[in-house]
């Protein structure tokens, strides 16, 4: 069956700091991949998706990166967090009309 | 480009009330339409979705949504809520028959008070 695992669960981290969150997907091959962010009174933005290994497109200008160095593998990445980078941030696998997501990291900047 | 209003952050009501979240949708070419719970820290769950066919589709958890082409809706609503349904709704659309992007609306908290 499909899963996606999404880590860390919560983050706290300083302001400058770099980024890593890791997202993989287990059942399929050649997913599509997303990473949406939630922001207080934002609700869900999508940030970056990728259809294939090396292939990312972003979705607005930010702070913010994204790789897929795997075919079942997806990160977001910062050289140096900024506070407004605080959120919650969910990587999810749709394949047509089905989506999953996996369980979100809590990123705080402090 | 595709875009979702949802027009109430909050919603309280009392247990056993009837509820309605309202989402309104915008695009210029045909749609598929979501609905979508999120608990506490949590990822996403799916309560329903509208692809085609009858405008009324039905749920989990007893929630229903009606879609209204003319009037560019996809209401969601429940006639009896219960405590457990304290949650986070979000509406989304994708293209249909094409880019599979879900676009969601900024979400509704709802509240169901004792």
């Known amino acids: 069956s499909q899963t996606i695992h999404q880590w860390p669960a919560t983050l706290v981290q300083p302001v400058g700091s770099p980024l890593s969150l890791e997202c993989t997907v287990e059942?399929?091959?050649?997913?599509?991949l997303y990473w949406y962010r939630q922001a207080a009174g934002r609700g869900l933005q999508l940030l970056f998706y990728s259809v294939g290994i090396g292939q990312i497109s972003s979705e607005v200008p930010q702070n913010l990166s994204a790789s897929r160095p795997q075919d079942r593998q997806f990160i977001l990445s910062s050289k140096k967090l900024l506070l407004s980078d605080s959120g919650f941030y969910l990587c999810?696998?749709?394949?047509?009309?089905?989506?999953?997501f996996g369980q979100g990291t809590r990123l705080t900047v402090v | 480009a595709q875009s979702v209003t949802q027009l109430d952050s909050q919603v309280p009501v009392f247990e056993e009330a009837p509820v309605e979240l309202r989402c309104n949708y915008s695009?210029?070419?045909?749609?598929?339409l979501f609905w979508y719970v999120q608990y506490p820290n949590q990822g996403l769950q799916l309560l329903l979705k509208?692809?085609?066919?009858?405008?009324l589709v039905k749920g989990i958890n007893g929630f229903e949504a009606e879609f209204n082409k003319s009037q560019t809706s996809f209401h969601l609503r429940k006639p009896s809520v219960h405590i457990s349904d304290t949650a986070e709704y979000f509406c989304a659309v994708s293209e249909a028959g094409g880019s599979e992007k879900l676009v969601f609306g900024k979400g509704t908290k709802l509240t169901v008070n004792p």
């Open positions: 509208y692809l085609s066919g009858s405008t």
């Open positions: 695009s210029s070419v045909s749609v598929y």
């Open positions: 999810a696998w749709i394949f047509f009309t089905e989506a999953f």
């Open positions: 059942g399929t091959s050649n997913p599509n």
